[in-house]
């Protein structure tokens, strides 16, 4: 019986094949955004009128009125959003959060310890941790998913990561120096 000269062809090729799939998706994730939505929404509401409104438009990002004063750093719990305040009392930047399962109670807070890395309470590789508040067994922090997961908000273990992307993680890194204070918010 003859023997085929096609196997060797057809390893090369097939080992070429997933070499460029394995290239094509570590391509991907490298190019891939670090900051990932738990869930796509509408952009479009509708006004008192009935027309169409973004909801951009509809949610604001100013600075809350009663939210301290000095330098700060604002959450705001029901905005799910995050100020950066200098000393003019002025936002420097300001970014959605994700929150997971355990919420601080709206009050002042200072920051009490920071992490250039490490793994969450939910066991997500996180980075630029900023930690303000510890209650009955929960930490209270800012952090920063390496892998631009949020957390889950329904989770049954009570978890107080406050994730943001990773640009806005490296921000608030910056700003909230050890004893800045917090202010949570409803």
Request: proline share 5%; charged share 20%.
């Amino acid at each position: 019986m003859p023997r085929s000269s096609t196997g060797p062809a057809v390893a090369v090729l097939t080992a070429a094949a997933l070499g460029v799939v394995g290239f094509l998706g570590y391509q991907a994730k490298a190019t891939a955004p670090d900051h990932r939505t738990q869930e796509r929404r509408s952009s479009q509401a509708t006004d008192s009128k009935g027309k169409t409104k973004d909801k951009a438009e509809k949610k604001s990002t100013a600075l809350p009125k009663g939210s301290g004063t000095g330098v700060r750093v604002v959450y705001s719990l029901s905005g799910s959003r995050v100020w950066l305040v200098g000393a003019d009392g002025k936002a420097t930047r300001s970014f959605a959060v994700g929150a997971s399962s355990a919420s601080p109670d709206p009050g002042t807070y200072q920051v009490t310890s920071r992490n250039p890395s490490g793994v969450g309470s939910d066991g997500v590789q996180v980075e630029h941790v900023v930690v303000f508040h510890q209650d009955e067994g929960v930490t209270f922090g800012f952090s920063a998913a390496m892998d631009g997961a949020m957390p889950d908000p329904r989770a049954k273990k009570k978890t107080g990561a406050v994730r943001e992307s990773r640009a806005d993680g490296a921000a608030l890194w910056e700003f909230a120096q050890p004893n800045t204070k917090v202010v949570v918010i409803a």
